[in-house]
């Protein structure tokens, strides 16, 4: 039986630290494969004006291309709205049967705003990215003692960093993959039009 990681977010854009940390979870929790899924608009997120979703999926495309472990989902992007972790996890559970979900640190605290947070653990196994610089936990709840708590390669990188920093027309080598830098330049993205 295999078992997949599941990494959601905006990836806007996708980087090295997202890639070098799918597959040092990948390594750590014996997994067959990380999926990445590039939200629409993320519940938590509503407010925040992002890249297009196409955009956003292309760099995925180009991110993880050649690498036999990692594979892309367009099932939130297809939805064209607001998309639940809840929601994609059941439609992913037809097709798999042991799913890791893997979240940030700081998404912990928050888990229980999320849409039916106790049924995303009855669905998937709750893998929290924890970093040597993350701090103690303000507190612990249910969620809390129930997540797997992984320690991952500290690679700060920033998408929002990255955003500005092409705004700013400063150089965004070795913080994300060439393919994905020659995309964000030849479409103009993150360039104020």
Do not use: C
Not at 166 to 192: Q, S
Request: aromatic letters at 10%; zero cysteines.
């Amino acid at each position: 039986m295999s078992k997949v990681g599941i990494f959601g977010g905006t990836f806007d854009p996708i980087h090295l630290g997202h890639l070098i940390t799918a597959q040092s979870v990948k390594e750590i929790r014996n997994l067959e494969k990380i999926i990445f899924i590039p939200t629409f608009i993320s519940p938590l997120k509503s407010n925040i004006i992002t890249s297009p979703a196409e955009d956003r999926l292309n760099m995925i495309k180009l991110a993880i291309d050649g690498v036999p472990f990692f594979e892309y989902s367009d099932i939130e992007i297809k939805k064209s709205e607001v998309s639940f972790t809840v929601d994609t996890l059941k439609e992913l559970k037809r097709e798999y049967t042991e799913m890791e979900l893997i979240i940030g640190y700081d998404n912990i605290f928050t888990f229980n705003t999320w849409k039916n947070p106790d049924e995303i653990l009855n669905l998937a196994t709750l893998i929290v990215l924890k970093r040597k610089s993350s701090q103690l936990p303000p507190f612990e709840n249910d969620y809390y003692r129930q997540a797997v708590f992984v320690q991952t390669r500290g690679i700060e990188i920033s998408a929002t960093d990255i955003r500005e920093r092409v705004k700013k027309g400063l150089p965004i080598n070795f913080l994300v993959p060439p393919k994905v830098m020659d995309y964000i330049f030849k479409h103009k993205i993150y360039i104020d039009k």
